[in-house]
């Protein structure tokens, strides 16, 4: 099946700093959706990106399907940016099932 | 408000017990999946479900059952025949269609159960 490598597995930022979290995968996708994991476990879908640039207030990502790599930007960071971020990629059709990553734990600090 | 309600958030199993998880939406989401995740691990696909009365294997259906009679519900059962059932399970929807500038739709998850064997 389709592999999922996220990098940096771990990151810790002060408040305000930048950073980008990168994805790449081993194969075609159609389907690439960026979530992030509060503390308390709560999945919430940041974009879904198979292809191209999109962006959300400080957030935005990019998808290079042809190189098989996907970019999550996060300008400007707060504390409650702290979590997982996953990227997950499907390649089966339109409602495929996806394959997650293992993450990038973030963490903001005053 | 539309969402998914996973219940109960917490389960406590004893060994050699079913339990049955419940995953309810009123998204009218076509698509419903079940993922289990372990400590510092990413999600791993047990199963899924496109339509009513079909269902799927997913990576890791082993020692797991499920059944989608309604398009709202997808319980997942976690048999006894489950060697490692303690982790955090959660249950995921999404619609087939496209939106109007032709893209798929994300995944929206429910807030997840946490069952630990007893």
């Known amino acids: 099946g389709i592999q999922v490598e996220q990098s940096p597995p771990d990151l810790i930022l002060q408040e305000g700093a930048n950073s980008t979290l990168r994805c790449n995968f081993s194969?075609?996708?159609?389907?690439l959706q960026w979530f992030h994991q509060n503390p308390w476990g709560q999945l919430i879908n940041l974009f879904y990106?198979?292809?191209g640039t999109k962006q959300n207030g400080r957030l935005s990502a990019t998808t290079v399907a042809t190189e098989r790599y996907s970019l999550l930007y996060i300008s400007s960071s707060q504390t409650t940016d702290s979590g997982v971020y996953f990227c997950?990629?499907?390649?089966?059709?339109?409602?495929?099932?996806?394959?997650f990553g293992t993450g990038t734990r973030l963490q903001v600090t005053l | 408000d539309g969402g998914i309600t996973q219940s109960p958030k917490y389960l406590f199993r004893k060994e050699g017990q079913n339990v049955t998880l419940s995953c309810e939406q009123n998204?009218?989401?076509?698509?419903m999946y079940w993922y289990r995740q372990d400590p510092g691990q990413g999600l791993r696909l047990i199963y899924y479900?496109?339509?009513?009365?079909?269902?799927q294997k997913g990576d890791i259906a082993e020692g797991y059952s499920v059944s989608r009679e309604k398009k709202e519900s997808f319980p997942l059962t976690v048999t006894s025949a489950q060697k490692n059932p303690t982790a955090f399970y959660l249950c995921?929807?999404?619609?087939?269609?496209?939106?109007?500038?032709?893209?798929?739709?994300?995944?929206?998850f429910g807030s997840g159960t946490r069952l630990t064997v007893v």
């Open positions: 995921a929807s999404t619609s087939e269609g496209r939106d109007r500038e032709g893209e798929g739709y994300g995944y929206t």
């Open positions: 194969d075609s996708v159609n389907n």
């Open positions: 990106i198979p292809s």
């Open positions: 997950a990629v499907g390649n089966t059709g339109t409602a495929s099932k996806l394959t």
């Open positions: 998204l009218n989401h076509d698509a």
């Open positions: 479900s496109q339509i009513v009365n079909d269902f």
